[in-house]
Every structure is written in structure tokens, then in C-alpha cells.
């Protein structure tokens, strides 16, 4: 197991949550770091990337509201949602380059 991501849940409509991502690999520190997001019968969707120098970008959906960010040292890496919608709502996977997706972490916003 490469990735291992936790931290979803049930939260409503404004809440906050913040995932973790923990990574089984020596070259975190070097590589880029992605967030991507799933409903059932959609495709995954880019959500935020961090690099390894800490520049971030974001779909714009999630802008003003998500932060992506890692911590090298202990190999993870996280994203903090507040405001959360209703539309965020699906599996939240990371991933970095030369690993598969993990498990995934579920996020349900209710109205």
C-alpha cells in the first residue's frame, strides 16, 4: 500500500473537514501531490496539486474554500475543506506520480 487516505465523513452543507493523505514512499518530498475527487458513474476530477516546493493550484470550484498542503517530514499531505456544498460530495483519492490510487476517503455534504 502506497497511499492511504482518511479523515471523510458526513458533514452538512457549510462544514469543514480536512483529509489526510499518508504516503509509503521515500520520494515524497520530491514529487508533486494531487487531490482528485469521484462521484459513482462520473470520472475522477482534479481537485488540487501541490508541488514540492509548496505552489498550489485549484479546479476552481473549490477556490477560496479547499487548501492543499504537506508536510514532508511525515510523508502526508492534506486538504482542508471548509464550505463545504453539497456537489463535493464523492471519494476523495491523492495520488503522486509512479503510485496507483489508493483506497480513497468518502465525503457526503448533506443539504
Known amino acids: 500500500v502506497q497511499l492511504v487516505e482518511s479523515g471523510g465523513g458526513l458533514v452538512q452543507a457549510g462544514g469543514s473537514l480536512r483529509l489526510s493523505c499518508a504516503a509509503f514512499?521515500?520520494?515524497?518530498?520530491?514529487?508533486?501531490m494531487a487531490w482528485y475527487r469521484q462521484v459513482p458513474g462520473n470520472q475522477r476530477e482534479l481537485v488540487a496539486t501541490?508541488?514540492?516546493?509548496?505552489?498550489?493550484n485549484y479546479v476552481g470550484s473549490v477556490k477560496g474554500r479547499f487548501t492543499i498542503s504537506r508536510d514532508n517530514a511525515k510523508s502526508t499531505g492534506y486538504l482542508q475543506m471548509n464550505s463545504l456544498k453539497p456537489e463535493d460530495t464523492g471519494i476523495y483519492y491523492c495520488?503522486?506520480?509512479?503510485?496507483?490510487w489508493g483506497q480513497g476517503t468518502q465525503v457526503t455534504v448533506s443539504s
Open positions: 495520488i503522486l506520480p509512479g503510485t496507483g
Open positions: 501541490i508541488t514540492s516546493d509548496g505552489i498550489t
Open positions: 514512499i521515500a520520494i515524497f518530498s520530491r514529487n508533486v
